[in-house]
């Protein structure tokens, strides 16, 4: 598991993202030339170059983005297929090109060090901007509706759950309060709004806040857990799913989902 919490700093950065554990995966896949295999989460493309090293002319990738940005690094490559959708709708897609079953699949979980990199995505504590935080900018819902538009307890399930904030209720009740006079739209004045009540290290504390808005804006455990369960009936006898955990709540139904078989 790693923490997607503290990414790598800007000197270190490349243009998109820095892939981990390809070589696992492409082991773990055990992708033979022929096969039929897919990326839940093509971003940079890291992992999807590496299984298309290993594919042959006959071979196929289908990779997943519900981020716009990542169809920018797609290579020019006939054996690709790019879906610019979250990957709960894998199967659907799969049928629509006429793949019924493939051979492996593969979700590298998290937020990309890209994502975290756009200041005006709102993902990052490290910069000014909107509480935005969508994967996908289609979408409607952002962190500036859910912080103000939320009742108190809703936030406060969410921050426990999500974010596993210490103190969930009282953040909760200081949103509430502090929204009915200043609206929360930047991350700024949503972060000077609670410096009275951060719990220990303030990058930690908001670290955990952020992953909490984030996963909801986005629905991030309940995608992966419709991916997760559309998997059996779309691997072949013998197929491989490689899953890369960001966080312990994903770790969880990951692990959860492969107990039950």
């Known amino acids: 598991?790693?923490?997607?919490?503290?990414p790598i700093p800007n000197s270190k950065l490349p243009e998109y993202h820095v892939p981990i554990m390809v070589k696992e995966v492409v082991e773990g896949l055990q992708v033979e030339?022929?096969?039929v295999f897919v990326d839940c989460t093509f971003g940079g493309g890291g992992h999807s170059k590496a299984i298309l090293a290993e594919?042959?002319?006959?071979?196929?990738l289908i990779v997943f983005d519900q981020d716009e940005d990542a169809k920018k690094n797609l290579?020019?490559?006939?054996?690709?297929?790019?879906?610019?959708?979250?990957?709960?709708?894998?199967?659907?897609?799969l049928r629509l090109h006429n793949i019924q079953q493939v051979d492996g699949i593969m979700a590298d979980l998290g937020v990309s060090s890209h994502q975290f990199d756009e200041a005006e995505r709102g993902?990052?504590?490290?910069?000014?901007?909107?509480?935005d935080m969508r994967m996908d900018r289609r979408q409607g819902r952002t962190a500036f509706e859910v912080v103000n538009t939320y009742a108190e307890q809703q936030l406060h399930k969410l921050f426990e759950q999500y974010g596993e904030v210490t103190n969930a209720?009282?953040?909760?009740?200081?949103?509430?309060?502090?929204r009915s006079s200043v609206s929360l739209q930047t991350i700024d004045a949503f972060k000077n709004a609670?410096?009275?009540?951060?719990?220990?290290?303030?990058?930690?504390?908001?670290?955990?806040?952020?992953?909490?808005l984030r996963i909801e804006v986005n629905d991030e455990l309940g995608a992966l857990k419709e991916m997760l369960e559309q998997t059996p009936k779309l691997l072949s006898p013998g197929g491989r799913l490689a899953i890369?955990?960001?966080?312990?709540?994903?770790?969880?139904?990951v692990k959860n989902f492969f107990r039950r078989g």
Do not use: C, W
């Not at 598991?1 to 503290?6: A, C, G, I, L, W």
């Not at 006939?78 to 659907?92: D, E, G, K, T, Y």
């Open 75 to 93: 290579p020019d490559d006939p054996r690709i297929i790019f879906v610019p959708h979250n990957f709960r709708h894998l199967q659907r897609f």
């Open 169 to 178: 209720k009282t953040l909760a009740r200081t949103i509430v309060q502090v």
């Open 123 to 131: 993902f990052s504590t490290r910069f000014n901007a909107d509480l």
């Open 1 to 6: 598991m790693h923490n997607d919490n503290d």
């Open 244 to 253: 890369i955990t960001f966080h312990s709540l994903e770790d969880r139904l």
């Open 33 to 35: 030339a022929d096969g």
């Open 55 to 60: 594919l042959g002319t006959g071979g196929k």
């Open 194 to 212: 609670l410096r009275e009540i951060v719990k220990g290290n303030p990058n930690k504390y908001f670290a955990q806040v952020f992953q909490a």
